[in-house]
Every structure is written in structure tokens, then in C-alpha cells.
């Protein structure tokens, strides 16, 4: 064996996670029809069975197999169809956001396989010193484990692992299988172990012990059939043979890329990054906790989950619209009963200005603190008794970061169109009173006055008469508007006299005030279009219902 090429290459300093959900199509079934959970049951595409439950397979039904021959081997197997996949989709996605909600890289696998890196995650508990004991099962002896610290990461990467499993379970109802390792490769291999509903870690000095339990190369992930194929016609048909035969004997078969990579393969050396599968839908973190039931706790634990989430928004990128507020409340009443209850609001994006890479203005945290006990005090009564098990933070409703060219692109169409006005602002003094105002002059008191609340724009017409303008904005006289008071005009609209004229937008009857006063002010006004349309609409059934009525009276009159 090649115990030089193996030494030379190995890192360990990585913690991945591979996630297998149980026969997942038949159990998104049972989730559907929960009778299905006690029958042997498999789903179908056309004549073959892609999946069974592990009642069925005890009767020999295994995937891939005619419908046929299944039904032989388990007579009263229960057939589903399953080739309509959007309910495997949708519960697949659930459990990629689910598990994104413990770190950001995630690698979708197929519809039912994630692979998760939890290194950062990891070193976060690793710094804390624990004493962590392996959850799950072990591949291989334990005697002989490396000192450079991989061994504790990945005793708390099973801790890890469980959460995660566990969370799945209680949240989606599905049972999952997972492989802890320091590779991707060693990960999906582990995983396979110990199934269903289990957990195996494999250390790196097992790794080689792991790679040659395979009955073939062929089971080597990435090493397909073809590929298989290949080795065997130089007689190599094993994961020992493999790690034996020289480096220059493959790579005169493959080439010098392939054949390093297949070599590293047969050591369980992998080297590949998850590739990332899409930003999730949101981003949030829950924290189980000891029971709360008082306010000043519950703002503490809520600013520490904020302080870690905003940290996860950072390496996301993106600027939030919506946060979302998460409790689980602990019932003694009922019989030690537990709800969960979330309550969520629209949130201004320019909070989310970051000073460093990781970290918000100190104002910019109150503020969201101060939405986010807005929103406890909606679910939670503060005046009586409460006693709280579960605490969670969560952003969602996504927009992405403007870049550098949009900021430019805006920047000169502001300038452009500050140009525009400056060049009517030159050719001014050639309107007389009698002609045409331009459609864009706001009309004001006079320059020093504060700018009304309303602003009137003026149509394209002549000024007959003073009287043709707003009284309440029209120093009523009968001389003409000199070109001066024009230009003084047009100086208050460069100057940014009209920026002062910032119009309070209405907050709706039906909306929390204090809550619609956080809201991004074109978010303000939808909301108060939506209400006028809504009276208008209400206006014109009424209107329409006295129209009616009216005219059957009408017709009887006539009568």
C-alpha cells in the first residue's frame, strides 16, 4: 500500500456533514396518508419501483426493481405513483432551508442528500472547551486518534449532526441517516453505515479501513460504471487494488489528472468544496433555552440571537425586507404542552448598513431590537404569567445588494436630470407671463416660507389670471411672474428647498401605527394606496346598490 501518497496528502481540518434522508419518497407519502406507515409500501414510475419503505424491503423489495417481480416477493405490498415529484420537491427544499439555518454551505445532493460543512459552526463550540462525548456510532477503533485537534471537532460535528437530524424529525417528520467526517467522500460513505434513522462518525485513521469495507470500486462515490469499467481491463477491480497499483500505471490509463484524482479516492483523501445550492429563502437561528418568563431575559437572549444572525446576513449578502419573531410557549395548564407561535413585519433594508464586515451601527441594532419586542409584545402579554421554552430570529424576503455599476447608473441619471432642469432654468427669463408654464414647476408662498404639505403641479396653459394658479400658493397681484421669481424657484428645487417638503405618509386605521412608522416609505405608501382602493371599491358597491334601488323605484313610479 501507498502509504506515502496518503500521508502527504491529508487535511483534516474541515467538518462535514452528509444527510440521507430515509426513503424519502415513500416517507413524504406516509406524511400524506399516515395509514402508509405500518404497510410495506413502494412508490412507482411506470413498471419499477424506485423506492420502498424498510416494511417492504424485509420482503426483498429493492429499488430499481420491476413492479412485477416486487409484487411476487411481497404480495400485499401497497403501490403508490410517483411520478408526479412536486410534493418531493417542495419537502426536499424544506429540509435544504431547514439545515441552511446551521451554516450557509450546503450542497444539495438529488432530492433527498445534503451535504452540510459545519467548520465554522464547529470551531465556534471547539473555542468553548467542551467536553464532548462521540453521539452515534463509531466506524473503526478509537485507540489510535490524530493529535491535531480533528478528533474533538468531530466529536462535536455527531453533536452537530443530531441537532440537526433531531430537528428535522420534530419540524418535517422525516427520519434521516448521517456521516460525520473530515471529507465529503468519507461523509456519504460513513452515512450508509448505520441506517435508518442513525448517525456514524469515521476518524481520519480509519479512513483506509473504511474505503477497503467497500465489495467494490464501483461503490466508490465517483467511480461510476464506466469508469469502473476502465480500471478493470489493467485488472483493477477492488478498493485494494486500487490503492496498490502505481501512480504512472494509471495515469498511462486516465491521464495525470484523473488518476491522481481516482488514487486520492481509494485513501478516502477528497479535497472538493461544497458547492452552494442557492441562497436560501431565510435566514434564522432558534435557541432552546431554560424557561423564561421575564421580559428583561427575554430582550437579552433575543439581542444575543440578533447579534449571530446579523453575523449569518453578512455572509449572505443580501438586505432583508422581512424579520420574523419565533417562541415557543410552555403550557402547565396543559399537561406540560408546548406552541410554538411566530409573529413578522416588514423591516427597512437601509437598516442593514454594515460598519465592519459583520457588524450594524449600535442605532441600527435599537431600532430592530425595538421592532423585534414590537412584535413579542403582539404575541406574548407581557401583564401575565408566561413561561417561554424557545426563542428564534429570522430574516426573509431578500434583496439583493445594489452594485457599483447601479450606483453609478443612478448617480448619473440624477445628474442628468439635474442638467435638465438647470437648462430650463437658463431659458426662463425668455417666458413672458403670458406663456407656457412648464409641466414640472411646483408653485410655492415664497422662497423663505416652509413648502406646503401638497404640492400643485401646473398644466400646460396660459395664465390668464392669477386666479388660474392655487390661491393658497399665489401672491395675489396683478403683476406678471417676473423671470426672477421664476429662477427663485427652480433654485429652491436645485438647492433641495423641496427636499424639506417630505410628505408624512397616512398610516391606514386597519395597521399598527407604531409598526407602519418603521416601514420603508414606499412600502408605506402601497399600503395606504391599498387602503384607498379599498374605501373606493367599498364607495362604488355602495354607490351602485343605491343606483339599483333607485331604479326599481323608478320603474315602479312609472308603472
Same mark, same amino acid.
Given at each position: 500500500?501507498?502509504?506515502?501518497?496518503?500521508?502527504?496528502?491529508?487535511?483534516?481540518?474541515?467538518?462535514?456533514?452528509?444527510?440521507?434522508?430515509?426513503?424519502?419518497?415513500?416517507?413524504?407519502?406516509?406524511?400524506? *396518508?399516515?395509514?402508509?406507515? #405500518?404497510?410495506?409500501?413502494?412508490?412507482?414510475?411506470?413498471?419499477?419501483?424506485?423506492? &420502498? *419503505?424498510?416494511?417492504?424491503?424485509?420482503?426483498?423489495?429493492?429499488? #430499481?426493481?420491476?413492479?412485477?417481480?416486487?409484487?411476487?416477493?411481497c404480495p400485499n405490498l401497497v403501490l403508490v405513483?410517483?411520478?408526479?415529484?412536486?410534493?418531493?420537491?417542495?419537502?426536499?427544499?424544506?429540509? +435544504?432551508?431547514?439545515i441552511q439555518k446551521y451554516s450557509n454551505l450546503?450542497?444539495?445532493?438529488?432530492? @433527498?442528500?445534503?451535504?452540510?460543512?459545519?467548520?465554522?459552526?464547529?470551531?465556534?463550540?471547539?473555542?468553548?472547551?467542551?467536553?464532548?462525548?462521540?453521539?452515534?456510532?463509531?466506524?473503526?477503533?478509537?485507540?489510535?486518534?490524530? @493529535?491535531?485537534?480533528?478528533?474533538?471537532?468531530?466529536?462535536?460535528?455527531?453533536?452537530?449532526?443530531?441537532?440537526?437530524?433531531?430537528?428535522?424529525?420534530?419540524?418535517?417528520?422525516?427520519? +434521516?441517516?448521517?456521516?460525520?467526517?473530515?471529507?465529503? =467522500?468519507?461523509?456519504?460513505?460513513?452515512?450508509?453505515?448505520?441506517?435508518?434513522?442513525?448517525?456514524?462518525?469515521?476518524?481520519?485513521?480509519?479512513?483506509?479501513?473504511?474505503?477497503?469495507?467497500?465489495?467494490?470500486?464501483?461503490?466508490?462515490?465517483?467511480?461510476?460504471?464506466?469508469?469502473?469499467?476502465?480500471?478493470?481491463?489493467?485488472?483493477?477491480?477492488?478498493?485494494?487494488?486500487?490503492?496498490?497499483?502505481? #501512480?504512472?500505471?494509471?495515469?498511462?490509463?486516465?491521464?495525470?489528472?484523473?488518476?491522481?484524482?481516482?488514487?486520492?479516492?481509494?485513501?478516502?483523501?477528497?479535497?472538493?468544496?461544497?458547492?452552494?445550492?442557492?441562497? %436560501?429563502?431565510?435566514?434564522?437561528?432558534?435557541?432552546?433555552?431554560?424557561?423564561?418568563?421575564?421580559?428583561?431575559?427575554?430582550?437579552?437572549?433575543?439581542?444575543?440571537?440578533?447579534?449571530?444572525?446579523?453575523?449569518? =446576513?453578512?455572509?449572505?449578502?443580501?438586505?432583508?425586507?422581512?424579520?420574523?419573531?419565533?417562541?415557543?410557549?410552555?403550557?402547565?395548564? /396543559?399537561?406540560?404542552?408546548?406552541?410554538?407561535?411566530?409573529?413578522?413585519?416588514?423591516?427597512?433594508?437601509?437598516?442593514?448598513?454594515?460598519?465592519?464586515? !459583520?457588524?450594524?451601527?449600535?442605532?441600527?441594532?435599537?431600532?430592530?431590537?425595538?421592532?423585534?419586542?414590537?412584535?413579542?409584545?403582539?404575541?406574548?402579554?407581557?401583564?401575565?404569567?408566561?413561561?417561554? !421554552?424557545?426563542?428564534?430570529?429570522?430574516?426573509?424576503?431578500?434583496?439583493?445588494?445594489?452594485?457599483?455599476?447601479?450606483?453609478?447608473?443612478?448617480?448619473?441619471?440624477?445628474?442628468?436630470?439635474?442638467?435638465?432642469?438647470?437648462?430650463?432654468?437658463?431659458?426662463?427669463? +425668455?417666458?413672458?407671463?403670458?406663456?407656457?408654464?412648464?409641466? +414640472?414647476? @411646483?408653485?410655492?408662498?415664497?422662497?423663505? &416660507?416652509?413648502?406646503?404639505?401638497?404640492?400643485? /403641479?401646473?398644466?400646460?396653459?396660459?395664465?390668464?389670471? %392669477?386666479?388660474?394658479?392655487?390661491?393658497? *400658493?399665489?401672491?395675489?397681484?396683478?403683476?406678471?411672474?417676473?423671470?426672477?421669481?421664476?429662477?427663485?424657484?427652480?433654485?429652491?428645487?436645485?438647492?433641495?428647498?423641496?427636499?424639506?417638503?417630505?410628505?408624512?405618509?397616512?398610516?391606514?386605521?386597519?395597521?399598527?401605527?407604531?409598526?407602519?412608522?418603521?416601514?420603508? !416609505?414606499?412600502?408605506?405608501?402601497?399600503?395606504?394606496?391599498?387602503?384607498?382602493?379599498?374605501?373606493?371599491?367599498?364607495?362604488?358597491?355602495?354607490k351602485n346598490k343605491r343606483l339599483k334601488s333607485?331604479?326599481? =323605484? *323608478?320603474?315602479?313610479?312609472?308603472?
Amino acid at each position: 500500500m501507498d502509504t506515502k501518497w496518503k500521508s502527504e496528502l491529508e487535511d483534516h481540518s474541515r467538518t462535514i456533514i452528509h444527510i440521507d434522508i430515509d426513503c424519502f419518497y415513500a416517507q413524504v407519502e406516509a406524511i400524506k *396518508n399516515p395509514k402508509l406507515q #405500518f404497510v410495506p409500501l413502494g412508490i412507482r414510475q411506470k413498471d419499477y419501483i424506485v423506492t &420502498s *419503505n424498510y416494511i417492504a424491503r424485509s420482503y426483498g423489495v429493492n429499488k #430499481f426493481g420491476p413492479v412485477s417481480e416486487a409484487l411476487l416477493k411481497c404480495p400485499n405490498l401497497v403501490l403508490v405513483n410517483g411520478e408526479d415529484l412536486h410534493d418531493y420537491r417542495q419537502k426536499s427544499y424544506e429540509v +435544504t432551508s431547514l439545515i441552511q439555518k446551521y451554516s450557509n454551505l450546503v450542497e444539495r445532493l438529488g432530492l @433527498d442528500e445534503n451535504f452540510v460543512d459545519i467548520t465554522d459552526l464547529v470551531t465556534e463550540r471547539f473555542e468553548q472547551n467542551l467536553i464532548t462525548n462521540v453521539v452515534g456510532h463509531t466506524f473503526g477503533e478509537t485507540a489510535d486518534l490524530c @493529535d491535531c485537534g480533528c478528533s474533538l471537532r468531530l466529536k462535536i460535528g455527531t453533536v452537530i449532526a443530531q441537532e440537526i437530524r433531531d430537528e428535522i424529525k420534530t419540524v418535517l417528520k422525516l427520519t +434521516t441517516s448521517a456521516g460525520i467526517a473530515h471529507n465529503k =467522500l468519507l461523509s456519504k460513505i460513513a452515512g450508509n453505515v448505520h441506517k435508518p434513522d442513525q448517525q456514524t462518525v469515521v476518524f481520519p485513521n480509519n479512513a483506509v479501513e473504511l474505503m477497503l469495507s467497500l465489495p467494490s470500486i464501483s461503490k466508490i462515490p465517483g467511480i461510476g460504471n464506466t469508469l469502473s469499467e476502465q480500471l478493470g481491463t489493467i485488472d483493477i477491480n477492488s478498493v485494494k487494488d486500487l490503492q496498490n497499483t502505481s #501512480f504512472s500505471v494509471l495515469s498511462n490509463l486516465l491521464g495525470n489528472e484523473k488518476a491522481k484524482y481516482v488514487k486520492n479516492l481509494s485513501f478516502g483523501i477528497d479535497e472538493s468544496v461544497l458547492k452552494c445550492s442557492g441562497k %436560501p429563502q431565510s435566514i434564522g437561528i432558534e435557541d432552546s433555552c431554560k424557561v423564561i418568563g421575564v421580559e428583561n431575559e427575554v430582550k437579552e437572549k433575543l439581542e444575543q440571537l440578533l447579534s449571530r444572525l446579523v453575523i449569518l =446576513l453578512a455572509e449572505d449578502g443580501r438586505l432583508p425586507k422581512t424579520i420574523k419573531l419565533t417562541i415557543r410557549r410552555f403550557h402547565k395548564e /396543559k399537561k406540560n404542552r408546548s406552541t410554538r407561535e411566530t409573529r413578522q413585519c416588514n423591516i427597512n433594508p437601509s437598516l442593514f448598513n454594515f460598519e465592519n464586515k !459583520t457588524q450594524l451601527s449600535e442605532g441600527s441594532m435599537k431600532k430592530i431590537m425595538t421592532i423585534i419586542m414590537h412584535l413579542f409584545h403582539k404575541i406574548v402579554d407581557a401583564k401575565k404569567t408566561y413561561h417561554l !421554552t424557545l426563542l428564534g430570529l429570522a430574516f426573509t424576503k431578500f434583496l439583493e445588494k445594489p452594485s457599483v455599476t447601479n450606483v453609478l447608473t443612478n448617480f448619473i441619471k440624477k445628474d442628468i436630470e439635474v442638467q435638465s432642469v438647470t437648462d430650463i432654468k437658463n431659458n426662463i427669463a +425668455t417666458i413672458k407671463s403670458t406663456d407656457l408654464v412648464p409641466t +414640472t414647476l @411646483d408653485v410655492f408662498q415664497d422662497s423663505d &416660507s416652509e413648502p406646503p404639505v401638497k404640492k400643485y /403641479k401646473v398644466t400646460n396653459r396660459h395664465l390668464d389670471s %392669477p386666479t388660474d394658479l392655487p390661491v393658497a *400658493n399665489l401672491n395675489l397681484s396683478s403683476e406678471p411672474v417676473s423671470s426672477n421669481n421664476m429662477n427663485q424657484v427652480f433654485d429652491d428645487s436645485i438647492s433641495g428647498t423641496s427636499e424639506r417638503n417630505i410628505e408624512q405618509v397616512e398610516c391606514p386605521p386597519n395597521i399598527d401605527k407604531s409598526v407602519f412608522q418603521e416601514l420603508p !416609505t414606499d412600502v408605506q405608501r402601497e399600503l395606504w394606496e391599498e387602503y384607498k382602493q379599498d374605501r373606493q371599491t367599498d364607495r362604488r358597491f355602495e354607490k351602485n346598490k343605491r343606483l339599483k334601488s333607485n331604479n326599481i =323605484l *323608478n320603474y315602479f313610479s312609472k308603472k
